[in-house]
């Protein structure tokens, strides 16, 4: 059996969570690797989600926020980049691969662009296999 | 070689004369501790207890993590080595402290030494520097001509090495751990109460001391301390089993200086820089 990775989605409500909306209305296919979780912003996304999720077996974390300037909250996102681009360096030197996480960009209009990534995302986590290192080991016994 | 003894001297003098006029209610310096490498953080806080401070190349603690124990309006003396006054401006940033409370007793020094080891400290820490950033009184000469060490050049080994190998190296660190919190306790800008590791709603990571609690743990301090850690390299010093956490800190903290422009705890009037944001920050940072 080929390996079909968990994705963990982060998408803020007011841009990429409408957009994965607008995808899903406009019948665009897309992998079904992706679980979203709505929050109300990106800059809601406690840094510890994301390891937690890696702990919790997940094999990629792709967050989706407003473009900088678009955000509902003027600021959130302008926060959230600094904050998660810190996010990214510290899976970086602990030794994940760095494309196990992925911040983009997709506005609510932006519905293509929302397919787009999540295939593009998922097919990378399918090369790269499945996450082991930041796995809880009982969690390895079970898979 | 740093004159302790004219620092021990010169700081016993400006602690009597501060607790003497009264201008401070507290003295946060050096104290004796069992033998002469073991000296211990000591809050003077009546003329007497001038007579125990001390000062040599052991007295390494950081003493603005005592800061916070006192509430604001209190006035207080403390000694600052060049990281601990890097430590003070940053919780100053932070509103934790008062720069209007203080008498920073700067101590300009090098050749500090590791209690446990022996080993001279200064490559390790200070960040590169000698002497304090911000002082009221200073108590030793200032230090021109030693040689300024980049505080990133240790890490250079780390950073050639592969993923695989560097995921290798930190999980057998991580795994020594034994969850006593001494990292924590004495970093100066570790003060949240309660730290997300004691919270139980919602539970952020096992609490056995085991891998994947450690390595959440672990991550997480890194995290928290982006952009604030001022590089004192207490906690590896606290450290009962050696794990070298200064080396993610410092790490994460060239991260921050690159991306942000800007070092922890180096002016009074910046902003940390994860709580501050420019509308033109490239989304380069992120890739």
Known sequence: MSFEPKILGIACNWCTYTGADLAGTTRLHYPQNLRVVRVMCSSRINPSFIFRAFQLGADGVLVGGCHPGDCHYNTGNLYARRRLAVTKKILEFAGLEPGRFRVEWISASEGNKFAEVVQEFTAQIKELGPQQKLKIEQLQEKA | MTDFRQIENNLKKEAKRLLEAGEVAVVLAYGRGYDEKHPMPFAAKAIAHVESLVFNEYCNFNMARYLMRYPWGTKIAIAAKAADSRAIIQLVQEEKVRREDLVIMGIPAYGMKNQKTNEVIDSKTTGGLYNPVIYDILLGEEIHGQKIISPYEVLAEYEAMDKEERW????????????????????????????????NKPRWADKAPQSPGNMMYHLTRFHHLAGRCIDCGECSRACPVDIPLYLFHKKVAKECEEMFGQAAGMKLEDKPALVDFRVEDSDKILE
């Open chain 2, 168 to 199: 290798a190296f930190w999980k057998k660190e991580f795994d020594k751990c034994i969850r006593c919190y001494a990292c924590r306790k004495a970093c100066p800008m570790c003060y949240c109460d309660p730290c997300f590791i004691d919270q």
